[in-house]
């Protein structure tokens, strides 16, 4: 007669012994994650190389899931927590927890609400009927443009942007540098930011709200930093420190446009907190960041199918709040138009 421990024995499925394959497969697909993490843990200026890669730190997310998988099929358990950590890690920074929000106004504050449109326009190849049926389908009423030219200014023209905004303040160049900013509302040339390759006008926009009888003053920076590229990423680091200057002034301030840099260089969000320094936990906002934007990417919009990355932004003062922040892809422009709606206070 068989003893029934016996029977029991030999039914039981066999205890899984820990996969060697499984396990170094997960800490190949964790190594390149690890190195991009200590790259962007570390608020240094990198070099060249380190600063163009951190740009694709988003889709970090994706091999340190991987990653977490197969270390799971392994069953070794500190390969398990390294992989978990590392993805916990890039889900902490794409959805950051210590990035600019937009603070509560006092109650009974009056304010006034626009719609802002912001696009790199590509040597000004963007395709003008686009722009203006984006403009129009969508009740904008501020619209910054880099990279203007005057052959974009002149279709536009032809397709009516002016009968929908206009009021414009333009500097349009064949060479990238050209400017333009389009507004239902009055507006006032107020400068220049110093000593940049590419003009940053900064704008002021005299936004009313006629049925509310409220008005406000909205100081508008067009930014088009010079990208991070051979030997102008010194010159691309003191753009973005020029932009973090004029931010620190008094007044409401939105700062639109190509930065050529994203949430996840220090260099860009070091503009979001030097603007404010000395005011403790105050921060400027980056309204994708705040909007969960992260993985709507604004370039490259033409070309080699790449990973997107977020390189235009808008960045605004504390006390402006923003909603409905949305990406959109226009004909002709290898960026795409980022869009949302502010609600800037008045006085």
Request: hydrophobic content about 45%; glycine content about 8%; cysteine-free.
């Amino acid at each position: 007669m068989t003893h029934p421990s016996a029977t029991l024995s030999s039914t039981s499925p066999a205890r899984r012994r820990p996969s060697v394959a499984w396990s170094v497969l997960a800490l190949l697909s964790a190594l390149p994650v690890a190195g991009v993490s200590m790259f962007r843990g570390i608020p240094v200026e990198w070099p060249l190389m380190v600063v163009q890669l951190l740009s694709f730190t988003p889709w970090l997310v994706v091999p340190a899931a991987l990653a977490l998988v197969l270390a799971v099929l392994g069953r070794r358990l500190w390969v398990i927590i390294t992989a978990a950590a590392l993805l916990a890690v890039q889900l902490f920074w794409l959805f950051p927890l210590d990035a600019g929000k937009p603070e509560t106004l006092p109650a009974g504050t009056a304010t006034v609400s626009v719609k802002v449109m912001s696009l790199n326009s590509e040597y000004g190849e963007a395709d003008a009927a686009a722009i203006v049926s984006m403009v129009r389908e969508n009740g904008v009423q501020l619209l910054a443009l880099q990279e203007h030219t005057q052959g974009l200014e002149d279709r536009l023209g032809a397709e009516g942007l002016e009968k929908i905004l206009p009021h414009r303040v333009s500097e349009p160049n064949d060479d990238a540098s050209g400017g333009a900013v389009y507004s239902a509302f009055p507006l006032e040339a107020v400068g220049l930011l110093p000593d940049t390759p590419f003009r940053m006008d900064v704008t002021r926009v005299l936004l009313k709200d006629s049925s509310a009888g409220s008005a406000a003053v909205l100081n508008l920076t067009n930014v088009h930093a010079l990208p991070p590229v051979d030997e102008r990423i010194g010159q691309w680091r003191s753009d973005l420190d020029k932009v973090a200057r004029q931010a620190s002034r008094p007044g409401s301030q939105l700062l639109t446009g190509d930065y050529n840099a994203t949430y996840d260089h220090s260099e860009f969000r070091e503009v979001l907190d030097k603007a404010l320094a000395g005011q403790e936990g105050r921060k400027l906002v980056d309204v994708g960041t705040a909007s969960g934007g992260r993985f709507s990417p604004t370039w490259p919009m033409e070309g080699l199918p790449l990973p997107g990355i977020v390189i235009d932004h808008m960045v605004t003062s504390p006390l402006i709040s923003s909603s409905d922040y949305s990406v959109h892809r226009i004909p002709g422009s290898d960026h795409a138009a980022i869009m949302a709606r502010l609600v800037v206070p008045a006085g």
